[in-house]
Every structure is written in C-alpha cells, then in structure tokens.
C-alpha cells in the first residue's frame, strides 16, 4: 500500500538541469528515508542521494555533489532532486526508494533495506 512514484525525467543538453520529484505515500511513520538511485543501461545501479524527511537531512555521492539537491515538501509529502550542470555520464533510469525503517537500518544508499521503489523515470543527457 505504500505508493512511490517518480517523475520529472527527460532529455536535455549537457549543463542543462532537471528536477525530479518523488511522492510518497501510505506510510503512517512520518520520518522516512528516501533515496534516489540510478542505473545506465549495461552498469550497476548506484546511489545517488537521499534525505531524512524529518530534519531534511541530505547525503550525496561524490559524483554529483555540488550539482544535485534534494529537498522536501513536507505539505505534499514529495521529494524533489534539482539535478544542476547535467553530463552525459548522468544519463540513467533514475529510481526513487522509502523506508521507514531508520531506527534499525539508518539512511544509506543501501538498495536492500529500501522497501518500496518507484517505477523510475528516465534522464538523458546529451553532449
């Protein structure tokens, strides 16, 4: 019954930027983990971001430090990813995920203790 759903996805030029948004619902806990992953075709899927939707926590990968930014509307239960001076090398399926589970997993870039995952959305960055 918990419901994520990613959107936001698209084609743009290299230094372009989008923003994803991810809704949650259906959890009654109102602090979550949410996360954002991301897999090219041909590569593992790799962490990119996440936030803790309580104290808006954030933690990114090196690789998009600086240029991405997760933040929260806590109204709307959604979390957005402003994905800023874009590179081909960002150019994957990009997947929301939600646990609520921080006491006992913490809020990593963890795949396995992410319960519910969105259908993913598609970002491709040309050069």
């Known amino acids: 019954q918990v419901h994520v759903v990613e959107s936001g996805g698209g084609s743009v030029q290299a230094g372009g930027s989008l923003r994803l948004s991810c809704a949650v619902s259906g959890y009654t806990i109102s602090r979550k983990c949410i996360a954002w992953f991301r897999q090219a075709p041909g590569k593992e899927r790799e962490g990119v971001a996440l936030i803790t939707t309580d104290d808006s926590s954030t933690y990114y990968v090196d690789s998009v430090k600086g240029r991405f930014t997760a933040s929260q509307d806590n109204a709307k239960d959604t979390v957005y990813l402003q994905m800023n001076s874009l590179k081909p090398e960002d150019t994957a399926m990009y997947y929301c995920?939600?646990?609520?589970?921080?006491?006992?997993?913490?809020?990593?870039?963890?795949?396995?203790?992410?319960?519910?995952w969105g259908q993913g959305t598609q970002v491709t960055v040309s050069s």
């Open positions: 995920a939600a646990h609520d589970q921080i006491r006992r997993y913490g809020c990593t870039l963890s795949p396995p203790v992410f319960a519910s």
